[in-house]
């Protein structure tokens, strides 16, 4: 991190976990440990959860997010839920283009995109993924599918829009694995990202450009990571489910 350029945001993808009352409880015990964070603090948790984590985060530093978005303003999405609609309840954020959603659920480059351009239309904030699966990173194209996944996903957005996303780069075979990439594997990535920050827009808008770390980023491994230069946080998956843990990467990232 280079907290003279950027503040650091630590945010759980809850995934599908958690209850309504389940959440509320977690996010309760998780209220007093990040208090005094130096660092922007997100929950995104599945819809079902959004009421009860927007209500328990009340008079909070804790930011609510979902956790993907429609592109659509409304129509015949049977099961979807749109940018508008988020907006409505009061999110602030919202995930795009996670690795699950790819591989699980078609998404491509261009409709996330197309999800990244709804969220910033209805005034959200962006955590936009990108990164690469194991079979990439062998082949030695970790930098080809990173930079591509962003030239698309960015396709339109302006620079004043640019303060509105935070890129979270996630290799695939980190995700879920309790594999990590090594904090100089991270630091490589995210530098390129920012890298490319600069040659579409200036290096103005990459110096204060927030790139996460999304690739089982949890408490012991936490300093290290958010230790590199380009490393400005981290999405946070399994470790975002229990509070001590969460707190720790919190607390890490603020120092």
Known sequence: ???????????????????????????????????????????????????????????????????????????????????????????????????????????????VRDRTRAALDNGMTVILCVGEYLEQREQNITMEVVRSQTKIALAGVSKEELDRIIIAYEPVWAIGTGKTATADQAEEVCKAIRELIAELYDQEAADKFVVQYGGSMNAANADELLSKEDVDGGLIGGAALKAPDFAAIVKAASK
Do not use: Q
């Open 1 to 111: 991190m280079n907290k003279s350029l950027r503040k650091a945001v630590i945010a759980g993808n809850w995934k599908m976990n958690k209850t309504p009352a389940e959440a509320t409880a977690l996010i309760n015990e998780i209220k007093p440990l990040v208090a005094d964070a130096d660092c922007d603090v997100v929950v995104c948790v599945p819809y079902i959860d959004l009421f009860a984590a927007l209500e328990a985060t009340k008079g909070s530093n804790i930011k609510v997010g979902a956790e993907n978005c429609h592109w659509a303003a409304s129509g015949a999405f049977t099961g979807e839920v749109s940018a508008e609609m988020l907006k409505a309840c009061g999110v602030e954020y919202v995930i795009t283009g996670h690795s699950e959603r790819r591989t699980y659920f078609g998404d491509t480059d261009v409709t």
